[in-house]
């Protein structure tokens, strides 16, 4: 009696202890099942039929005239579309699935000399589910198609933008010192402006990113060392390089060949590896926007060709080297 008694009290136990589990899950799995029946089912009937309406007048709009904010407009539309189009394909899939499986139970229809004979029924069911799945298939390749010429209209509307970017600049390529090259700067569009004050709060975003405790010390080191390399590092390299060709190679062409080829090596690595530095003062963290991160890897990649021109530069006209350097150049192959 005493252990029947023992065991209806763990029972007892076990169920008060677990019975808020149960609880919780029945309540995950209701609010789980009223959420998917709260979401609207998609009609891809009446669905795909508009958004080809509206891929359409997308493509009207575009081939007409259209300014830069209309066509920015445009590309947010096309994204959308396209967005819109993908997930209607993606929910029917789960329809198309079902009508396979039970196709798969039915089965193939038998072949006349095969000696079985199947009912009417069955015959009518499967054809009202290969019928059901060819329609099923044909919305979701119209969904697809829909999907990708949205995604290929917003690439031709970027190559539009970029194209009226073009004629733009090339319009107003006139001479420095004229109104008309200075007039976008004072007669900016408001997409213009808008854009540009999204950048430079980007931009203060990322140096105040830099100026954070716990990384501060480490952007004042890459500035140091960014300092540092173009200034003394160039300088005494120049003079190693200098020496070499003093004490180590005859003098004449080799000598002079080999010190503007010294003179424009240091200088495009002095100026390469400071912009790199700076780079990463700023924008070594990861929570840079990827609008800053592209800026600055495109300003390293042309730290590039103005460290060969600077090196290049300083090369041919440079002065007071020691004997056997530039100034016994002949005046005819410096003029050149």
Same mark, same amino acid.
Request: charge should be positive.
């Given at each position: 009696? +005493?252990?029947? @008694?023992?065991? +209806?009290?763990?029972?007892?136990?076990?169920?008060?202890?677990?019975?808020?589990?149960?609880?919780?899950?029945?309540?995950?799995?209701?609010?789980?099942?009223?959420?998917?029946?709260?979401?609207?089912?998609?009609?891809?009937?009446?669905?795909? &039929?508009?958004?080809?309406?509206?891929?359409?007048?997308?493509?009207?709009?575009?081939?007409?005239?259209?300014?830069?904010? @209309?066509?920015?407009?445009?590309?947010?539309?096309?994204?959308?579309?396209?967005?819109?189009?993908?997930?209607?394909?993606?929910?029917?899939?789960?329809?198309?699935?079902?009508?396979?499986?039970?196709?798969?139970?039915?089965? &193939?229809?038998?072949?006349?000399?095969? !000696?079985?004979?199947?009912?009417?029924?069955?015959?009518?069911?499967?054809?009202?589910?290969?019928?059901?799945?060819?329609?099923?298939?044909?919305?979701?390749?119209?969904?697809?198609?829909?999907?990708?010429?949205?995604?290929?209209?917003?690439?031709?509307?970027?190559?539009?933008?970029?194209?009226?970017?073009?004629?733009?600049?090339?319009?107003?390529?006139?001479?420095?010192?004229?109104?008309?090259?200075?007039?976008?700067?004072?007669?900016?569009?408001?997409?213009?402006?808008?854009?540009?004050?999204?950048? =430079?709060?980007?931009?203060?975003?990322?140096?105040?990113?830099?100026?954070?405790? !716990?990384?501060?010390? !480490?952007?004042?080191?890459?500035?140091?060392?960014?300092?540092?390399?173009?200034?003394?590092?160039?300088?005494?390299?120049?003079?190693?390089?200098?020496?070499?060709?003093?004490?180590?190679? &005859?003098?004449?062409?080799?000598?002079?060949?080999?010190?503007?080829?010294?003179?424009?090596?240091?200088?495009?690595?002095?100026?390469?590896?400071? +912009?790199?530095?700076?780079?990463?003062?700023?924008?070594?963290?990861?929570?840079?926007?990827?609008?800053?991160?592209?800026?600055?890897?495109?300003?390293?990649?042309?730290?590039? +060709?103005?460290?060969?021109?600077? /090196?290049?530069? =300083?090369?041919?006209?440079?002065?007071?080297?020691?004997?056997? /350097?530039?100034?016994?150049? &002949?005046?005819?192959?410096?003029?050149?």
């Amino acid at each position: 009696m +005493f252990k029947l @008694k023992s065991l +209806f009290t763990l029972l007892f136990v076990a169920l008060m202890v677990l019975a808020p589990t149960f609880s919780q899950a029945a309540d995950e799995k209701a609010d789980a099942a009223q959420e998917e029946a709260s979401q609207p089912k998609l009609n891809a009937a009446v669905e795909l &039929p508009k958004m080809q309406k509206i891929l359409d007048k997308l493509k009207g709009q575009v081939s007409g005239d259209a300014n830069e904010s @209309k066509l920015n407009q445009l590309n947010d539309m096309a994204l959308e579309l396209s967005g819109n189009a993908d997930t209607l394909g993606q929910a029917l899939l789960p329809d198309r699935q079902q009508l396979e499986a039970q196709l798969a139970v039915l089965g &193939p229809a038998p072949k006349p000399d095969s !000696g079985v004979k199947e009912t009417a029924e069955v015959t009518r069911k499967r054809n009202a589910l290969e019928s059901q799945k060819s329609k099923m298939d044909d919305q979701i390749k119209q969904a697809e198609g829909i999907k990708n010429s949205a995604l290929m209209l917003s690439s031709q509307i970027v190559n539009l933008r970029r194209d009226q970017l073009k004629n733009q600049l090339a319009l107003n390529s006139g001479s420095i010192l004229g109104t008309r090259f200075w007039a976008p700067l004072f007669s900016r569009q408001d997409l213009d402006g808008e854009k540009i004050s999204d950048f =430079r709060d980007e931009l203060q975003n990322t140096a105040a990113l830099s100026w954070e405790a !716990g990384w501060r010390v !480490g952007t004042v080191a890459w500035l140091i060392a960014a300092l540092l390399v173009m200034t003394l590092g160039r300088r005494y390299s120049e003079e190693f390089l200098a020496w070499v060709s003093i004490h180590k190679l &005859p003098e004449g062409r080799l000598r002079r060949s080999f010190l503007a080829a010294a003179i424009a090596l240091t200088t495009l690595v002095a100026v390469v590896l400071a +912009f790199n530095f700076i780079a990463l003062a700023f924008t070594r963290r990861d929570e840079v926007s990827s609008d800053v991160q592209g800026f600055v890897d495109r300003l390293v990649e042309l730290s590039v +060709f103005c460290g060969l021109i600077a /090196g290049l530069g =300083r090369a041919f006209y440079q002065r007071g080297v020691p004997a056997g /350097g530039y100034h016994s150049f &002949p005046t005819t192959w410096r003029r050149r």
